[in-house]
């Protein structure tokens, strides 16, 4: 599979993971901007180093679809049956998963041992790392429903506490390993990055779309006329997997036809009969910064659920999730 571009991203987070852990990544950006492909991509180019390999070992845990709501989903997610035949099984067929990645594995004597919380799970983690006499790099895409866990507090947030207070550990206390954590929800990062207890122990990285210039690039490099790669990024923008549409679709045209219909029935479901959500958009289509909107910004937050609109915490902005999406609001609401 190819990967397009993202040459400064892909160095700053070379940079960054090469320095010593010092504080928990967060990498956010719209959904589907490219956060997963961009981070394998630095750690499969990273990989073809034999420095980095003697010095850092990766573990990646993919949690999109998993619901983490106590100790024990939390100790599933990290540590893997070291006597599970299926696994054994998995690996004499396949070798061992996704290249480079490292896995806790875990003897079933010891695991129990650990859900009885004889051994705590995150000092052993801890000592497993620091053990290997190499750095970490923990890789959490999609941290989502620890949001649930976050928000709504109650029984569960010393657990989520507790994790946060791991990652804490492992990057600005002990150095010993990065942890980034991968997310689309930017509510989660902004309830992150307003906690005054996590002050100084965060740092955060956005990964948007192309921007225009190195998206009309892209395609000009595919096969497109640099007119046609114009007309299509003026329509499109730079979102990766909708120029994939539109390179392998036969008649471009029409693909864009296609593109523009969808988003403008799903934007059309959502604000029919809803004046609230209308204006919303209207301020943003003047211009309007809406991240700073004093009233109603409740209306604004349904938008960005939506993914119509995105807000991006850090940079302190609400603008539209993709071109497409502005195309069709201006056109529903008959703004010129
Ligand atoms: N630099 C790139 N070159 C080629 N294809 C890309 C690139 N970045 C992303 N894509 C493609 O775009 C699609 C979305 O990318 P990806 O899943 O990495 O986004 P994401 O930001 O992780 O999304 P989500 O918010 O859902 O987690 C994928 O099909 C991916 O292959
Ligand atoms: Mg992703």
Same mark, same amino acid.
């Given at each position: 599979?190819?990967?397009?571009?993202?040459?400064?991203?892909?160095?700053?987070?070379?940079?960054?993971?090469?320095?010593?852990?010092?504080? #928990?990544? +967060?990498?956010?950006?719209?959904?589907?901007?490219?956060?997963?492909?961009?981070?394998?991509?630095?750690?499969?180019?990273?990989?073809?180093?034999?420095? +980095?390999?003697?010095?850092?070992?990766?573990?990646?845990?993919?949690?999109?679809?998993?619901?983490?709501?106590?100790?024990?989903?939390?100790?599933?997610?990290?540590?893997?049956?070291?006597?599970?035949?299926?696994?054994?099984?998995?690996?004499?067929?396949?070798?061992?998963?996704?290249?480079?990645?490292?896995?806790?594995?875990?003897?079933?004597?010891?695991?129990?041992?650990? %859900?009885?919380?004889?051994?705590?799970?995150?000092?052993?983690?801890?000592?497993?790392?620091?053990?290997?006499?190499?750095?970490?790099?923990?890789?959490?895409?999609?941290?989502?429903?620890?949001?649930?866990?976050?928000?709504?507090?109650?029984?569960?947030?010393?657990?989520?506490?507790?994790? +946060?207070?791991?990652?804490?550990?492992?990057?600005?206390?002990?150095?010993?390993?990065?942890?980034?954590?991968?997310?689309?929800?930017?509510?989660?990062?902004?309830?992150?990055?307003?906690?005054?207890?996590?002050?100084?122990?965060?740092?955060?990285?956005?990964?948007?779309? +192309?921007?225009?210039?190195?998206?009309?690039? #892209?395609?000009?490099?595919?096969?497109?006329?640099?007119?046609?790669?114009?007309?299509?990024?003026?329509?499109?923008?730079?979102?990766?997997?909708?120029? *994939?549409?539109?390179?392998?679709?036969?008649?471009?045209? %029409?693909?864009?036809?296609?593109?523009?219909?969808?988003?403008?029935?799903?934007?059309?479901?959502?604000?029919?009969?809803?004046?609230?959500?209308?204006?919303?958009?209207?301020?943003?289509?003047?211009?309007?910064?809406?991240?700073?909107?004093?009233?109603?910004?409740?209306?604004?937050?349904?938008?960005?659920?939506? *993914? #119509?609109?995105?807000?991006?915490?850090?940079?302190?902005?609400?603008?539209?999730?993709?071109?497409?999406?502005?195309?069709?609001?201006?056109?529903?609401?008959?703004?010129?």
């Amino acid at each position: 599979m190819k990967f397009w571009d993202r040459e400064k991203e892909k160095k700053w987070l070379k940079r960054y993971l090469l320095t010593e852990p010092n504080a #928990i990544l +967060f990498v956010y950006g719209p959904k589907s901007s490219g956060k997963t492909a961009l981070l394998m991509e630095v750690i499969k180019e990273l990989a073809d180093q034999d420095e +980095f390999l003697k010095g850092y070992d990766v573990y990646w845990y993919d949690l999109r679809g998993i619901v983490v709501s106590s100790y024990e989903d939390v100790l599933n997610i990290f540590f893997e049956d070291a006597e599970s035949e299926a696994l054994k099984e998995v690996e004499r067929e396949f070798g061992i998963g996704i290249p480079n990645v490292a896995t806790f594995r875990v003897k079933r004597k010891v695991m129990e041992e650990i %859900k009885r919380k004889e051994v705590d799970a995150f000092r052993y983690m801890e000592r497993k790392i620091a053990s290997k006499g190499k750095k970490g790099i923990i890789v959490f895409d999609e941290l989502q429903k620890l949001k649930d866990i976050y928000l709504n507090g109650g029984s569960q947030r010393p657990l989520v506490k507790e994790l +946060f207070n791991f990652f804490v550990r492992l990057t600005k206390v002990l150095h010993l390993s990065h942890v980034i954590v991968m997310t689309s929800d930017t509510f989660f990062i902004e309830q992150v990055y307003t906690d005054s207890t996590l002050k100084n122990t965060t740092r955060f990285y956005l990964v948007d779309f +192309f921007d225009d210039e190195t998206a009309r690039d #892209i395609l000009i490099s595919e096969g497109f006329t640099e007119s046609d790669a114009s007309y299509i990024v003026d329509r499109i923008g730079g979102v990766p997997w909708i120029m *994939e549409e539109i390179i392998e679709s036969k008649d471009y045209e %029409k693909a864009l036809v296609e593109l523009h219909n969808q988003t403008s029935s799903r934007i059309f479901e959502s604000i029919r009969g809803r004046e609230d959500l209308k204006n919303i958009l209207r301020k943003a289509l003047s211009g309007e910064n809406l991240y700073y909107l004093e009233e109603g910004y409740d209306k604004v937050e349904e938008l960005v659920e939506k *993914e #119509i609109l995105f807000m991006d915490p850090i940079g302190r902005e609400v603008k539209f999730h993709t071109r497409l999406d502005e195309i069709a609001a201006k056109e529903l609401l008959g703004v010129e």
